[in-house]
């Protein structure tokens, strides 16, 4: 059975069906529903009956356009199967849990449930080309997403993110064309391009534009600036696709792509790429600490992690390209669930701003249990997955520079700095000293009240769901660790071969 | 014997009055004249080269006729059109010929 | 005789007659049914192209040849033509008044592309291209009581005659200087003659290539393109957009290949310089646009920058994807314009399509994948006629073109994406207001429709499955002459 192409055609043809069947806006939800169920219970069919010691599973391989030797060539290995999952589960919470707008309701589902086909089909695919497609495939249902049901500068917010995605794709599409036609065989199929030997001037220069193409997409440093925009401005769900999923594709696409098919070339712009994470770290919590509402500054908070994944990456050693891979399906689920949470706090009290949020233990008090659970796992609190991930990379950088590890480290620091002021503000404070928490009406507070609507069950839901994940994989990490055990120690053997 | 070369600097000064008249000329069947003027220098050049190249093929001057024949054709439908443009305008000077941005 | 082969041109021919003489016998009210009419021509000579397609090259006394690259380029001639014959028929319900001539004359002008396109001669090319020219200057003026119309037909029709007298002096020298009109001859003629010690050669190559580059519309002999795609009916611009530039191409193939490929280093040059202007100055000044036929006209000037960038290359695998490119170019452009012509009457400024969306959501939906595919985002078949055409540029190790390529390509999105953010994005008073007068839903005539409807099932077919399209393409450029490649 076809089951990656299962997974990945169901939501299109979700899409296809909200799109184009006649009746009414609220059938459209059911749909959507069933088209991101379907993916979840395959890929967790995936998940456990994936064999731990082989390398391709489940591939399908079907040539697609002969004229240009492309081919339908999709596969599943260490390196996506978690991410799969993360996907599936991240759709389908949003499509079930959160709250959208009547506007064009249909167009909205359509368009999210194409994106979820693309991201699907950039982590499954195995071929150079297929994978672009379907990488380009995120973006166009991505502004819209953010251009139609955006907030009040959607309009810019979603041109930039165009823009600049697509400049930085079609460099990758150059430095995949250049791979091709330098390859011997011929070919855009990822596995066979693994045993091609390419001179490493070539090698360095491919990486080059590989660097700047996907610098862009995770995003790094200099390259960053359309992002903070777009996880402002799009719509909450949206917000949880794109810091969850679509900055995923960035770092996917460097260790599938770059490091993998240029090993030489990368290794010798390995600094560099530490570099610009490390200073992406830096600049992202030193902006994040700088913010006055709660989106904007996850929106740099989640920059920093990619900074902290990327770093991963760049230390080139088995242990951090673990914590990476690991970070990577973590970092998905947490992103994904603070802007949920974060979702959550703007239905039920009607704001974001840290300077008018207060007392939320009060208000909403298991909203703000699950959002205080839900930054500590962000910081990396032991006990949680995310602890395991970070120590995993910074332990990588450490061995490989020192430098890297202590930057990364103040990186850190700085964001327990302003999660830590900005918590307890905003679950405390508007409580006069002599009165005990809760017991006193915030009423009196000069700067009025916060009206309270009722919670959204299945949101709270989701949240809870996701922190069972976090917490059970900080116990019990194997589960996923031991699915990409092989795959980084065939990654660090390939780049360190002569 | 007139040498070739004769003929086609002929033409050439033909060609570049033409092209003078087309660039300076303000009025429309002053350029279409001039058109016709280095239309004209194309057929002389096309009956010089059938008559000292061509030997005794005599396609050069083959296509001369149809030059001749299609650019009457053509300067049949821009007098047509320039008709047309005065009826709706009255005037068929180029500078005011401006309702489209250049 | 071979008359069999030409059937397809006599079909044509002998359908743009009847439509003609029967135009003298009709009724004004019933005159509709002369449109429709006029696309079983098209049909039939496609039909007759299919049945012929796998015979023998043959050429008709060194003036014609006819072959697979002639009816790969035909049928993609015929099939835009159908379309916007199509597209006429409710356009013009009321507007021009002899609707017989209209489409006799976009018929006689096919027969002359289909000529041109086999043209294997200077005295046939001429004549050909003649026959294309003069109906297309009479059609953008075709809506006599419109000043903008005439306008636009009276600066295509003076630039486009200067354009040939150019190109014809061009031609006398290589005649002169080869003694021979068949491009065969002459590419023969020219390998024997030393190239550089003939300066009056590479004068006349670029005066034929200047000729060229007015028809295709390559920068810098562009200047007509915005004015007369605004100022035409929009069926007449789908049509300049599309037939003319895709025959202008194929000619152009044809003669590169045969009579000047021993002047590939000289002409190369040429087309490096064109195309990397096309694409910048197309580009660009796309940018700042507010009319959306001016806007495609620019557009459509990039995009010839992009095919032009074969010709730069210079090898099969190049032109097979230039071919490649024109169909996906004609299909969309088509599609495109149809839309325009449905849903915008009188003024074109892009401001008018705001809240599209709520008015006709099919129409938005369509437009969006036509520009979609314009700039090139996969899986669109623009995406796979610019990958083709990238990838045989750095196959030939010209990755720098490609750059400059890739990025044009992303300068275009902004103003493509500017349409779609005033169809969809734009929810504010304009939108608000469109709503309330035009009580929703926008009325949109069932042939425009159809049109729009076979446009956008071509698109998602190519998208879906290029293979049979690019397999075309590669047929079609196989069928050229080989001598410049081997």
């Known amino acids: 059975m076809p089951l990656l192409s299962l997974i990945i055609w169901t939501p299109i043809l979700g899409a296809i069906a909200i799109f184009f069947l006649p009746g009414k806006e609220s059938s459209a939800k059911k749909i959507a529903l069933v088209s991101t169920a379907i993916p979840l219970i395959l890929s967790i069919y995936l998940l456990f009956h994936f064999q731990l010691n082989q390398d391709y599973q489940f591939v399908e391989n079907v040539i697609w356009v002969k004229g240009l030797g492309v081919s339908y060539f999709l596969g599943v290995d260490g390196l996506n199967l978690s991410l799969v999952l993360l996907v599936s589960l991240l759709s389908f919470l949003v499509v079930m849990a959160m709250h959208q707008e009547e506007y064009r309701l249909r167009a909205f589902y359509s368009c999210l449930l194409l994106m979820e086909c693309g991201l699907l089909g950039v982590f499954l695919s195995l071929d150079l080309i297929l994978f672009y497609v379907f990488w380009e495939v995120v973006l166009i249902p991505g502004y819209f997403l953010i251009g139609i049901w955006g907030g009040p500068n959607r309009q810019k917010a979603s041109i930039k993110f165009l823009m600049y995605t697509l400049l930085g794709s079609l460099v990758m599409l150059i430095a995949i064309l250049a791979i091709y036609f330098r390859a011997d065989m011929h070919t855009f199929s990822i596995p066979a391009l693994l045993t091609a030997n390419f001179s490493i001037g070539f090698q360095r220069v491919i990486f080059i534009f590989l660097l700047i193409g996907l610098a862009i997409k995770v995003p790094l440093f200099p390259f960053h600036s359309w992002q903070p925009d777009a996880y402002v401005e799009a719509p909450n769900s949206i917000t949880v696709l794109l810091s969850g999923l679509v900055a995923k594709m960035g770092v996917y696409g460097f260790i599938r792509v770059g490091y993998s098919l240029v090993p030489q070339g990368s290794a010798t712009f390995s600094w560099l790429v530490c570099i610009l994470a490390v200073t992406t770290i830096i600049y992202a919590n030193l902006c994040a600490a700088a913010q006055t509402d709660l989106k904007r500054m996850f929106a740099y908070s989640s920059l920093g992690h990619m900074g902290l994944i990327m770093l991963g990456v760049g230390a080139l050693n088995k242990i951090g390209i673990e914590g990476s891979i690991f970070h990577m399906f973590n970092h998905g689920i947490i992103a994904g669930a603070i802007f949920m949470a974060i979702s959550m706090i703007q239905d039920t009290l009607g704001t974001i701003e840290i300077r008018k949020l207060r007392m939320i233990v009060h208000y909403i008090p298991t909203g703000a249990m699950l959002f205080w659970l839900l930054l500590l796992a962000s910081f990396g609190l032991p006990g949680m997955s995310s602890f395991i991930a970070e120590f995993y990379i910074l332990s990588g950088a450490f061995q490989s520079q020192v430098i890297f590890g202590i930057i990364a480290m103040t990186g850190t620091v700085i964001m327990a700095g302003y999660i830590f002021s900005m918590l307890p503000a905003i679950s405390f404070r508007g409580t006069s000293s002599d009165s005990g928490l809760g017991h006193h009406q915030p009423s009196s507070d000069q700067a009025g009240t916060l009206q309270v609507a009722a919670y959204n069950k299945k949101l709270i839901f989701s949240l809870i769901s996701l922190s069972v994940i976090i917490i059970f994989l900080g116990f019990y990490p194997k589960l996923l660790l031991s699915t990409f055990h092989n795959y980084a120690a065939q990654f660090i053997a390939r780049i360190q071969l002569p | ?102 | 005789m071979h008359l069999n082969l030409l059937l397809p041109e006599i079909i044509i021919f002998l359908t743009g007659t009847i439509i003609l003489t029967a135009d003298l016998f009709m009724q004004e009210k019933s005159k509709r049914i002369l449109g429709i009419a006029a696309v079983a021509g098209p049909v039939m000579a496609v039909i007759q192209l299919v049945r012929i397609f796998s015979l023998n090259p043959v050429s008709f006394n060194g003036l014609f040849t006819i072959d697979s690259f002639g009816h790969v380029i035909k049928i993609i001639l015929l099939l835009s033509t159908g379309l916007v014959i199509l597209l006429s028929v409710d356009y013009f319900n009321s507007s021009i008044t002899r609707k017989g001539e209209y489409y006799c004359l976009i018929l006689f002008s096919v027969v002359g592309m289909m000529f041109m396109v086999s043209s294997d001669n200077f005295i046939s090319f001429f004549l050909s291209l003649q026959l294309t020219s003069i109906p297309l200057y009479i059609l953008s003026g075709i809506d006599k009581e419109d000043a903008r119309s005439n306008e636009a037909a009276y600066k295509y029709l003076m630039l486009g005659m200067l354009a040939s007298v150019v190109m014809l002096y061009g031609m006398t020298f290589i005649y002169g200087l080869t003694a021979a009109t068949n491009f065969d001859a002459i590419a023969w003629k020219l390998s024997l003659i030393d190239i550089h010690s003939q300066p009056i050669l590479l004068m006349s190559v670029i005066f034929i290539l200047a000729g060229f580059a007015f028809k295709i519309a390559a920068v810098p002999f562009h200047f007509w393109v915005p004015d007369t795609y605004e100022g035409a009916p929009t069926p007449v611009t789908s049509f300049l957009a599309t037939a003319p530039k895709v025959a202008g191409f194929a000619a152009l193939i044809r003669l590169v290949t045969t009579a000047f490929s021993p002047l590939i280093a000289q002409w190369r040059i040429l087309f490096i310089i064109l195309s990397v202007m096309s694409m910048c100055v197309g580009n660009i000044v796309a940018l700042s646009q507010t009319n959306i036929k001016r806007m495609l006209g620019f557009s459509s000037i990039a995009h010839v920058g992009y095919v032009l960038m074969a010709f730069a290359v210079a090898d099969q695998m190049a032109f097979s994807a230039a071919i490649f490119y024109l169909m996906i170019y004609g299909i969309v452009n088509i599609g495109a314009f149809a839309v325009v012509a449905g849903v915008m009457q009188g003024d074109h400024h892009i401001k008018k399509l705001a809240g599209l969306s709520e008015r006709s959501p099919l129409m938005s939906f369509s437009i969006a994948i036509f520009l979609i595919s314009m700039i090139g985002i996969p899986p669109t078949p623009g995406f796979w006629g610019k990958f083709d055409l990238f990838a045989s540029a750095i196959n030939r190790g010209m990755t720098w073109l490609a750059i400059i390529g890739i990025i044009n390509s992303v300068i275009s999105v902004y103003y493509y994406v500017n349409v779609l953010r005033y169809i969809y994005v734009e929810r504010g008073d304009e939108a608000a207001k469109a709503k309330a007068s035009a009580a929703s839903q926008l009325e949109i005539p069932q042939l425009m429709k159809l049109v729009v409807g076979i446009s956008l099932v071509i698109t998602v077919i190519i998208a879906v499955y290029p293979q049979p399209f690019i397999e075309i393409a590669k047929t079609a450029a196989m069928a050229l002459k080989q001598q410049l490649w081997l």
């Open chain 2, 1 to 102: 014997m007139i040498s070739l070369s004769y003929y086609l600097t002929f033409s050439a000064v033909l060609f570049c009055v033409g092209v003078y008249g087309v660039l300076a000329r303000r009025n429309s069947i002053m350029i279409l004249v001039s058109i016709e003027l280095m239309l004209n220098a194309v057929n002389i050049n096309l009956v010089a080269f059938s008559a000292y190249v061509g030997g005794s093929d005599l396609t050069g001057q083959i296509f001369s006729l149809f030059a001749i024949a299609v650019g009457a054709g053509e300067i049949g439908v821009g007098l047509a059109i320039i008709l047309n443009l005065y009826r709706l305008r009255n005037t068929i000077n180029i500078d005011q010929i401006d309702f489209l941005k250049w």
